[in-house]
Every structure is written in C-alpha cells, then in structure tokens.
C-alpha cells in the first residue's frame, strides 16, 4: 500500500490543476475556519508552495470607534483560528500563513488580498440556509463569482460535524470542462488528505444522442486516468433524469465534489436551477469549484 506522502506525489503529477498553486483562504466567520483551514492545507499540501490564511474583519466606514472595534473583532477572529490549532501547526511546518486585514467591503479586501499574495486558488465559506451572516457571505460570493480573482473552491461544511473536515467517502460527479477537473483535483486533494474512499462518476443523460455520450465517456474516462493511483470507484450510469441520480448517491457520502454550472448568461450564481435541487437536497459537505479557464465543456 502506497504511503501518504507517495499518494501526495502521485497525485500532484497526475492533477496539473493544483500543480504549484497558491491558495487563499479567507476566514469570515470564525465558526468555520477548521473546515476551511483543513481543506485549504489539503489543496496547499500538494505544491511547494505556501498559502496564506486571511482574518477578514470588517469594519463599517463610519469612523466612529473604527479602532477599537478592530481590534475586538481581530483578537475574536484569531482566536477561533487559535482554537483550531492551525496557528501552531503553521509555525510548526504547516503549508498556510496566517494573517489578518480589516476591510470596509469584504469581496474588495479578498480581490486585493488574492492579488497581493498572487494567489491562483480562493477558498470560500458557503453558508447553509440557517447560517449566521448568511446574505453577507452570499453578497461576498456573488461578487467574487462574477468576476474571479482567481478560482474559486466554496466550501458548504457538514453542518451536524465539528471540527476539520474528515470525510471517509467522498463522490465527484464529472461533466467536463476545466471546472470539472478543478472539482476531481480538490476531491483526489481532500480524498489523500483525510484517506477517504474516493468515487467518480457519470451520468449520461438517455435523452442525449449516442454521438454525445461518446464524447462524453471518452472526457470522463480521461479524467479517471488522471487519478488512477488512488483507485478509485468509478459509477458510470445511464438515466433519464441525471439530476436525481445524482442526488440519490450523493446522499450516500459524507462529502461531494463538482464543478459549478451556472445557466447561461448568470455569471454571478455558482449553481444553476438544473443542480439546485441536487446541492440543496444534500445534507452532507458539498465543494463547488468554478476555473476561470476557458470553458470547453460544462463541468
């Protein structure tokens, strides 16, 4: 059985999407740095290069007690990442620096944050429906979404789990296109970071023409090959209605992985109204990936 540290060199040589990028993981709410910290030195673990951990305070432009409000906000902040324990392990070798910034605007501090630290990755929160600061967050991605700093990687924790995240089965479903080898390189990440149990899949779509689905299955099985040292499961099914095969196996793992898809013309939303339905009805963890590649097939 191949060692952890073989598993990380030979999934960085067979996933160029993750090959030497730099990843920013902006901490909004501190109730959720230990899942984003956890995937974000996941995705940096598999490069040289270090990522940096950014303290978001924000700060209303009103002067008025701007200086003590920061400061509260900032030690409050630090001290969720403290009680993580990413601050020692990031001393300690750890593959992310940490940092704080106060922003009036939040989108604004990341997009100037992404470009000062030449970041090629931004890891984001995704809220739940129930989450404190929800419409903040989605305002925040909204406006990261229409214009990427750089690409994006949304994270939605499992939100009956504490802690890192530390998925034992993990599903990818694959379209195609540059957002969906984004997903596959997060999920083989996430997957030999925790040695979680790793699956790919397809679903064609029976109302599709034969030549379609060749085209198809010629994409995803090139996809497989790209991962092949961490044996995957691969689930290729054929069905009428993709979105609700979907959600029926994606209810069986602890974590899902896919590229965004938004409906033409709506760059600001990360989900179209044909997933909707499959993200929404997931309890578990759910990544969403959006490139900004050029897109030559939907993810």
Do not use: C
């Given at each position: ?209 034969p030549d379609r689905a060749q085209r198809e299955a010629a ?81």
């Amino acid at each position: 059985m191949a060692t952890r540290s073989e598993r990380y060199t030979s999934t960085l040589a067979a996933s160029p999407e993750l090959d030497r990028a730099r990843v920013l993981v902006p901490i909004i709410r501190g109730q959720a740095a230990a899942p984003l910290l956890s995937l974000g030195d996941a995705i940096a673990r598999r490069s040289s290069t270090r990522g940096v951990v950014l303290g978001l305070v924000e700060i209303p432009s009103s002067p008025s007690g701007l200086q003590i409000a920061a400061a509260k906000r900032s030690r409050e902040l630090l001290r969720w990442i403290a009680a993580t324990d990413y601050e020692r392990h990031a001393i300690e070798g750890g593959q992310l620096a940490v940092q704080t910034r106060i922003a009036a605007n939040v989108a604004r501090g990341i997009r100037e944050a992404a470009l000062e630290t030449q970041s090629d990755i931004v890891l984001l929160e995704w809220p739940w429906q129930e989450s404190p600061r929800r419409h903040r967050l989605e305002a925040v991605m909204r406006s990261l979404a229409t214009d990427p700093p750089a690409k994006l990687v949304i994270v939605r924790p499992d939100p009956a789990a504490n802690g890192p995240l530390a998925p034992r089965s993990i599903l990818a479903p694959l379209r195609g296109g540059a957002n969906a080898r984004l997903a596959l390189s997060v999920a083989a990440a996430l997957a030999t970071q925790t040695d979680a149990r790793l699956t790919l899949m397809h679903v064609y779509d029976s109302n599709h023409h034969p030549d379609r689905a060749q085209r198809e299955a010629a994409v995803f099985h090139e996809l497989i090959q790209a991962v092949r040292s961490l044996d995957p499961v691969v689930l290729e099914v054929v069905a009428s209605q993709p979105e609700e095969v979907m959600l029926r196996a994606g209810r069986e793992y602890d974590a899902v992985v896919m590229g965004a898809h938004a409906d033409p013309g709506r760059t600001s939303t990360l989900v179209g109204s044909a997933l909707e339905s499959v993200v929404n009805g997931l309890p578990k963890t759910v990544i969403l990936t959006r490139s900004t590649d050029p897109v030559t097939m939907a993810a």
